[in-house]
């Protein structure tokens, strides 16, 4: 997937999956695991119709098998939120990363990654629905954390959470401000 072989990296990732299946059987983490990651890969070739069961299935399983207040049931969440978003159902996506947000503030803390993961995508669901001031208000008050956590590779949730920060003062008419995100 990586080099772009997108081809190869389903089938391969099919592959996996059926072979966990067989192996392992419906219920162990590796078989969710590989659920995800086709629904993952055909999200981002943009076939979001085909991602949403496999998206949908991981995280009925996790929530069933790993219950409410597990890391891999909030990014389960978190990843289902992101495939709404990507289809457009921005109220269904804000949904999905607040639940996520609510839940990995509690289990996790307010500056885990994760927390700022997901409310930094709570705040471009809430900009997408026309909530600007509410997403500015989310998003400033975990910029200094998303700027001390987020380094190197992740340094790009940052320049997410700034984008959608300066989008978020733009449409309040906050020009000045916008600008300098």
């Known amino acids: 997937q990586d080099l772009n072989r997108i081809d190869e990296a389903e089938k391969l990732l099919r592959e996996a999956l059926d072979l966990r299946r067989r ?28 991602a949403e069961p496999f998206l949908r299935e991981a995280l009925d399983r996790k929530r069933r098998l790993r219950g409410e207040e597990h890391f891999d049931t909030f990014t389960s969440i978190n990843n289902l939120g992101a495939l709404f978003q990507s289809q457009g159902k921005y109220a269904d996506a804000e949904r999905m990363f607040r639940e996520a947000m609510e839940k990995c503030r509690r289990v996790l803390g307010e500056g885990h990654a994760n927390t700022l993961i997901t409310t930094i995508n709570t705040g471009a669901a809430l900009r997408a629905l026309g909530r600007s001031a ?10 200094a954390k998303a700027r001390a956590a987020f380094t190197g590779a992740y340094g790009r949730w940052v ?7 300066g989008r978020a003062k733009a449409a309040l008419g906050e020009f000045a401000e916008a600008e300098t995100r």
């Open 134 to 143: 509410e997403a500015v208000e989310l998003l400033t008050g975990v910029e």
């Open 159 to 165: 320049a997410k959470l700034l984008t959608d920060l």
């Open 23 to 50: 192996a392992l059987g419906e219920d162990h983490p590796r078989t969710l695991d590989s659920i995800g990651n086709v629904g993952r890969l055909l999200q981002s070739t943009n076939r979001l119709d085909d």
